[in-house]
Nanobody, 129 residues
Framework: QVQLVESGGGLVQPGGSLRLSCAASGSAMDYYAVGWFRQAPGKEREGVSCISSSETTTRYADSVKGRFTISRDNAKHTVYLQMNDLKPEDTAVYYC??????????????????????WGQGTQVTVSS
């Protein structure tokens, strides 16, 4: 069973930046597409971004395009989410997970088989002045 640990969240002012990390306990995540999701209080979990196992495909929610960048370092079994120009509406708990395939599908959730293993504990991102 792969365990995931998300980190890098915190409190930031609007317009600020954060870099989230999703570290896996072993190499199993390297073979799958990995997604970042977020859940704000009172709302459903939503897809934010996805990266394929080969890194050739990345997808983003319309709300974060041009501001967020997903990347991965399979040598470190880690996926990153660089978040720039943060807005108050980005406030949420952010989760990562691999899916059961190598690709990221088109659509708001990049596929429907999340998570391949289990969700991590999430990392809180709060954007506020």
């Amino acid at each position: 069973q792969v365990q995931l640990v998300e980190s890098g969240g915190g409190l930031v002012q609007p317009g600020g930046s954060l870099r989230l990390s999703c570290a896996a306990s072993g190499s199993a995540m390297d073979y799958y597409a990995v997604g970042w999701f977020r859940q704000a209080p009172g709302k459903e979990r939503e897809g934010v971004s996805c990266i394929s196992s080969s890194e050739t495909t990345t997808r983003y929610a319309d709300s974060v395009k041009g501001r967020f960048t997903i990347s991965r370092d399979n040598a470190k079994h880690t996926v990153y989410l660089q978040m720039n120009d943060l807005k108050p509406e980005d406030t949420a708990v952010y989760y990562c997970a691999p899916r059961g395939q190598t690709i990221c599908q088109r659509g708001t959730t990049f596929g429907d088989d999340w998570p391949r293993f289990a969700w991590g504990q999430g990392t809180q991102v709060t954007v506020s002045s």
